[in-house]
């Protein structure tokens, strides 16, 4: 894929930044940091569109997993270099009524919970957990951004999945209420 003009790029940017940004900041674990690095993965896609290892990216299907594959890559070559992994609830980016201050307050206070849950997770759990529900891709996306095949995925996603459950039924009922979810 040859590099996109200036209309593509903005239209890429309205489509991808929001999600990008999200799942930067669940590696880096800060808003700031997570937005330089979609922009270092902007920049690289407005220069050519580059594979991380020198392909050209070949067709716009691929794009999607290209740039959260390079958002990824960005991102953890950011955590190594500033050593600091800070595991930070993230905003929710569905549009819906005004709630209440006592459903905002609740909502909060189970994902609070939630992300906690999932720190008790493995790494490549959280991340696969993390790709399928915060952002909404398939298995074969997420084994190409994570470099995993589309086996292993699946079996993080339900291994995951069926600790988490473990977790949550191990809290009171009062604590989470199930038809919400908030990853």
């Known amino acids: 894929m040859p590099a996109p003009d200036a209309l593509e790029l903005i239209a890429l940017l309205d489509r991808f930044e929001r999600p990008l940004v999200r799942y930067a900041q669940s590696i880096t674990g800060d808003l700031e940091s997570a937005r330089d690095v979609v922009q270092e993965t902007f920049i690289k896609l407005a220069r050519g569109g580059m594979s991380e ?76 957990i993390r790709l399928k529900f915060q952002n909404d891709l398939s298995y074969r996306e997420i084994a190409e951004i994570t470099r995993l095949s589309v086996t292993n995925v699946g079996f993080l996603l339900h291994s995951g999945l069926k600790k988490l459950r473990e977790l949550l039924r191990e809290q009171s009922p009062e604590d989470f209420d199930l038809s919400r979810s908030v990853l």
């Open 53 to 128: 290892s020198g392909d050209v990216v070949d067709n716009a299907r691929h794009l999607e997993a290209w740039l959260f594959t390079v958002t990824r890559n960005r991102a953890v070559d950011h955590q190594r270099k500033f050593s600091r992994i800070i595991p930070m609830p993230l905003p929710e980016d569905r549009p819906c009524a005004e709630p209440g201050p006592a459903a905002v307050l609740e909502r909060q206070e189970s994902a609070t919970a939630l992300f906690r849950l999932l720190d008790a997770l493995s790494p490549n759990q959280r991340e696969v």
